[in-house]
T-cell receptor, first 113, second 110 residues
């Protein structure tokens, strides 16, 4: 158990819908990262937050957004869902001082029908 | 951007065999991690190893940062070692994204 929690584990929804994925980092970690794993694109970085502020952006679509709350949990919002958004979404966290070892949550498997 | 290449892409072993997985990266890095993704999809941290050698039970890893490669050794493999092994690097200093290789898929049969 990495100490990173994600909910829900599975999500099945229809095209055009909006969903919210939730992540709680390890105790003491200030940085949260979101990654997407799809069959064709592999594991890709989406976005990073550090202590409530956006820190870095990767290949995140405009239909996707995220935020980190004062208690450091984070939410990833996916809207106007398309079939191609079906993937495994991971959250990771790190201390973000000195070493930057990232620890991954169990993931949320999103299926868009 | 930085390129991360893993080899071999697939590996089939009998239980008890040893194996070496390789990760080459195209630029200097400040962080390198090895992960095991099990059949249930979980990403499990194996090593945080930007340089040097580490060992954890039957697994060990070596990163030669000056030559831009890392090796993961699995000895006396077990069926539970099956899954995908990813190498991931952070090309910047502290707090940025990991860039993942495409992985090595390992199948260990009894």
């Amino acid at each position: 158990d990495s100490g990173v929690t994600q909910t829900p584990k599975h999500l099945i929804t229809a095209t055009g819908q909006r969903v919210t994925l939730r992540c709680s980092p390890r105790s003491g970690d200030l940085s949260v990262y979101w990654y997407q794993q799809s069959l064709d694109q592999g594991l890709q970085f989406l976005i990073q937050y550090y202590n409530g502020e956006e820190r870095a952006k990767g290949n995140i679509l405009e239909r996707f957004s995220a935020q980190q709350f004062p208690d450091l949990h984070s939410e990833l919002n996916l809207s106007s869902l398309e079939l191609g958004d079906s993937a495994l979404y991971f959250c990771a966290s790190s201390v973000y001082t000195g070493t930057n070892e990232q620890f991954f949550g169990p993931g949320t498997r999103l299926t868009v029908l | 951007g930085i390129q991360v290449e893993q080899s071999p892409p697939d590996l089939i072993l009998q239980e008890g065999a040893n194996s070496t997985l390789r990760c080459n990266f195209s630029d200097s890095v400040n962080n390198l991690q090895w992960f095991h993704q099990n059949p249930w999809g979980q990403l499990i941290n194996l090593f945080y190893i930007p340089s040097g050698t580490k060992q954890n039970g039957r697994l060990s890893a070596t990163t030669v940062a000056t030559e831009r490669y890392s090796l993961l050794y699995i000895s006396s493999s077990q069926t539970t070692d099956s899954g995908v092994y990813f190498c991931a690097v952070d090309p910047n200093q502290a707090g940025t994204a990991l860039i993942f290789g495409k992985g090595t898929t390992l199948s260990v049969s009894s």
